[in-house]
């Protein structure tokens, strides 16, 4: 299909992992992103990949990519309250567009 | 200090009135862009222009006319405001049109 696909929802408990999941559509994409937007803000890159790269770590982020099935999920290590948040991927395609998936809503709970 | 800034923050307006949104970059990247975002948070890309020169247009109705008079800045222009233009634009921009962008703080348009 031509929509980046995203969950629209996951909650976990404060101090427990989270995994979001993104299946983007341009197997040509050369960067795929983590972008987070938080109640009434702007949208802030968290963090991106390379796609000749499976696996990119920083601090408490980890993001996997799995070029054969253009699956992407970011891991968000020790969930904190703060973290709760709307995650988007997002592709550049080949024609220079970053195309985003709908997002998925991480709760935190306490 | 702030890297893509957006004015107004917030802008509410009645159905067929003309209004204009600014955006400036400081970073001195030579592509900015104007996003939708929908009451169900989705993103969709409506101009790029680069280095002032408009590379991305996508299918949007004519009322919308972006307008760049110098690399940093690119203005949103929207004649005859329907209730269907309601959502937040975002302006971004990057160093190329293949790397990463950096958003501003969104505008908030409401019609009634």
């Known amino acids: 299909g031509e929509d980046v696909e995203q969950s629209l929802f996951l909650s976990v408990r404060e101090g427990d992992s989270s995994v979001i999941n993104c299946t983007y559509t341009d197997s040509s994409s050369t960067y795929l992103y983590w972008y987070k937007q938080e109640p009434g803000a702007g949208l802030q890159l968290l963090t991106y990949i390379f796609s000749n790269m499976d696996m990119k770590q920083d601090q408490r982020l980890t993001v996997l990519l799995n070029k054969k099935d253009k699956h992407l999920s970011l891991r968000i290590a020790d969930t904190q309250t703060g973290d709760s948040a709307i995650y988007f991927c997002a592709e550049i395609r080949r024609d220079d567009k970053l195309v985003f998936g709908a997002g998925t809503i991480l709760r935190v709970k306490s | 200090d702030t890297a893509v800034s957006q004015t107004p923050k917030y802008l509410v307006t009645q159905m067929g009135n003309d209004k204009s949104i600014k955006c400036e970059q400081n970073?001195?990247?030579?592509?900015m862009y104007w996003y939708k975002q929908d009451s169900k948070k989705f993103l969709k890309i409506m101009f790029s222009y680069n280095n002032k020169e408009l590379i991305i247009n996508e299918t949007v109705p004519n009322r919308f006319s972006p307008k760049s008079p110098d690399k940093a800045h690119l203005n949103l222009h929207i004649n005859s405001l329907e209730l269907g233009d309601s959502a937040v634009y975002f302006c971004?921009?990057?160093?190329?049109?293949?790397?990463?962008?950096?958003f501003g703080s969104g505008t908030r348009l409401t019609v009634v």
């Open positions: 970073l001195g990247h030579d592509t």
């Open positions: 971004a921009s990057s160093p190329r049109r293949d790397y990463g962008y950096t």
